[in-house]
């Protein structure tokens, strides 16, 4: 790219950030945690059509993405280059982050079920995990579709669950589910399901007989340590 083509594309980025209801959007990002329009509209002040036109522009412009969800879209920043950059303006114009604080009750919060597999602050504890372990890794093509590694399918055997079969089902493997409460994801599919229901019958979880809360039991404490070294 010359440097003719490079000025046009940091004036187009710029001229997208420009805007003060795209701004408090992009700011409102910050946080790495995933909002709908309806919440970006609230959040930037203006009405939600036209939230959704300065979504669109963001989106064109490649600083946001979208994760369709049933009925919902979640908007979060693209990369971690987005972030950086909108890092250092932040410092540039002395603008405090704001800190992002979640209405969901504490005891669902922290762990839950979302269809069949974990959700809340363990949920996303544990995707987290299996990255982190290398255990887990992004589709090139699609990074909200998951893969496993040879030593995540060693270690997803040693807790009784057979990747390879997994594999043959019509079922998508693994994904990103935008967690409810936390607002990043947790791990669904057909792994997350498997997973889940090992942590049951291990009775690592327990459910709630009138609710999806989970509790985590001594045992699973012990064995999430050990397993996936948790801290």
């Given at each position: 790219m010359?440097?003719?083509?490079?000025?046009?594309a940091?004036?187009?980025?710029?001229?997208?950030?420009a805007?003060?209801?795209?701004?408090?959007?992009?700011c409102?990002?910050?946080?790495?945690?995933?909002?709908?329009?309806?919440?970006?509209?609230?959040?930037?002040?203006v009405?939600?059509?036209?939230?959704?036109?300065h979504?669109?522009?963001l989106?064109?412009?490649?600083l946001?993405?979208?994760?369709a969800?049933?009925?919902?879209?979640?908007?979060?920043?693209a990369?971690?280059?987005?972030?950086?950059?909108?890092?250092?303006?932040?410092?540039?114009?002395?603008?405090?982050?704001?800190p992002?604080?979640?209405s969901?009750?504490?005891?669902?919060?922290?762990?839950?079920?979302?269809?069949?597999?974990?959700?809340?602050?363990?949920?996303?504890?544990?995707?987290d995990?299996?990255?982190?372990l290398?255990?887990?890794?992004?589709?090139?093509?699609?990074?909200?579709?998951?893969?496993?590694?040879?030593?995540?399918e060693?270690?997803?055997?040693?807790?009784?669950?057979?990747?390879?079969?997994?594999?043959?089902?019509?079922r998508r493997?693994?994904?990103?589910?935008?967690?409810?409460?936390e607002?990043?994801?947790?791990?669904?599919?057909?792994?997350?399901?498997?997973?889940m229901?090992?942590?049951?019958?291990?009775?690592?979880?327990?459910?709630?007989?009138?609710?999806?809360?989970?509790?985590i039991?001594?045992?699973?404490?012990r064995?999430?340590?050990?397993?996936?070294?948790?801290?």
């Amino acid at each position: 790219m010359d440097a003719e083509h490079v000025d046009a594309a940091i004036a187009r980025i710029a001229a997208a950030i420009a805007e003060p209801a795209r701004s408090r959007m992009l700011c409102c990002l910050l946080d790495g945690h995933a909002r709908t329009s309806t919440e970006l509209s609230a959040a930037a002040g203006v009405a939600p059509p036209t939230a959704s036109a300065h979504l669109n522009r963001l989106k064109d412009q490649g600083l946001v993405k979208v994760l369709a969800q049933g009925k919902h879209r979640y908007y979060s920043l693209a990369d971690k280059d987005v972030a950086s950059a909108l890092e250092a303006l932040m410092v540039v114009a002395g603008t405090p982050r704001q800190p992002f604080v979640p209405s969901t009750p504490s005891r669902l919060r922290a762990a839950r079920t979302c269809y069949d597999h974990m959700a809340g602050t363990l949920g996303v504890a544990l995707h987290d995990r299996l990255f982190d372990l290398g255990w887990l890794a992004r589709d090139a093509s699609d990074d909200t579709q998951y893969t496993a590694s040879v030593d995540g399918e060693r270690a997803m055997a040693q807790i009784g669950i057979d990747v390879t079969a997994m594999r043959r089902s019509r079922r998508r493997f693994a994904c990103a589910c935008v967690d409810w409460s936390e607002r990043r994801p947790h791990l669904g599919g057909a792994l997350g399901a498997a997973l889940m229901q090992q942590a049951l019958s291990r009775r690592w979880l327990l459910p709630d007989l009138e609710g999806r809360a989970l509790a985590i039991t001594p045992l699973g404490e012990r064995e999430l340590r050990r397993r996936f070294q948790f801290t």
